[in-house]
């Protein structure tokens, strides 16, 4: 009796052993998926912000898509408008935030006229605004990576200023010769990045990132154009810089180029509103595009 009530025990045990064995493992795909992502490098996020003047309005709209569909900008650069947007964001505002700032700002919050030859805007009230919205913290203090990139008026190379004073940075960076007075810093003189870095995909890569985003909003030489001084003053920054802009978007694993040129370099203050559409609007196309190709990283 003992040993019939033992085998049966042993046929018990058998069986259930069989039975598990047969059942689907969710262990070992698991374990087999966390592998592969692993064996994925790590993205570093950058979104190389261009200048556009108050077309830069635009990037706010770009700002919040990504926010929105989770993906982590760890690094941002940005040259003349897109430095001012791109200070503001890696200081730590939030897109709604943003999109209130550029609400209640008016052109009278950023010029200071002057009587100069080098300029008749001094920048100072631009670089006090940004001093006064970051909190009076230096760059380097910022939640984000950021670099403004400005151009050495005397040698004519770009260069990305990731720490020291904020305002001084972003004022360098969209200093438009002719418009705004060149900065002086540390000896040197400064004028706007996009005459040699347009959208600064290159100052994202050396700050660390290694998937970048450009959003050029930048105009195109026109042939049509007007007889006023700043259309002519526009239509030479824009060949200027051709050459540049086109060697820093092959740089980007992404290119967004928000609709705005219709907006105006100026006229676009007016219509901020839309600005920031067109930029959301260009960043929703752009989602399949950068969601495939960051599928190749863990972020």
Do not use: W
Not at 6 to 35: G, W, Y
Not at 79 to 100: C, F, K, N, Q
């Amino acid at each position: 009796m003992h040993a019939f009530s033992f085998v049966c025990r042993t046929v018990a045990v058998c069986t259930a052993a069989v039975a598990l064995s047969a059942c689907p493992s969710h262990t070992a795909p698991s374990k087999q998926a966390e592998t592969q992502r692993q064996s994925k490098p790590q993205a570093v996020i950058g979104l190389a912000l261009g200048g556009g003047a108050s077309k830069g309005f635009a990037h706010i709209g770009i700002i919040k898509v990504l926010k929105e569909n989770g993906i982590p900008v760890k690094v941002v650069t940005g040259t003349s408008a897109g430095s001012i947007v791109g200070s503001l964001y890696a200081s730590g505002m939030s897109p709604d935030r943003l999109e209130l700032e550029a609400e209640v700002l008016g052109k009278a919050d950023l010029v200071d006229l002057t009587l100069s030859t080098s300029g008749f805007i001094k920048g100072e009230k631009l670089q006090n605004y940004i001093n006064q919205k970051v909190g009076g913290r230096p760059i380097q203090q910022f939640p984000l990576k950021f670099a403004a990139v400005a151009t050495d008026f005397q040698s004519g190379r770009g260069v990305a200023f990731n720490s020291g004073n904020a305002g001084q940075a972003v004022r360098a960076s969209a200093a438009i010769p002719n418009v705004f007075q060149p900065v002086l810093i540390g000896g040197r003189r400064y004028v706007d990045g996009g005459l040699s870095q347009p959208v600064p995909v290159s100052a994202a890569k050396k700050q660390g990132a290694n998937f970048v985003i450009a959003v050029d909003i930048s105009a195109r030489p026109d042939s049509k154009l007007s007889t006023n001084f700043l259309s002519y003053l526009d239509q030479t920054l824009n060949i200027m810089s051709t050459a540049a802009l086109q060697n820093e978007l092959a740089q980007a694993d992404i290119v967004i180029k928000p609709q705005v040129l219709s907006l105006g370099a100026i006229g676009g203050f007016d219509q901020k509103k839309r600005a920031i559409q067109l930029g959301e609007q260009a960043a929703r196309a752009a989602l399949p595009d950068i969601k495939r190709k960051l599928a190749a990283y863990r972020y």
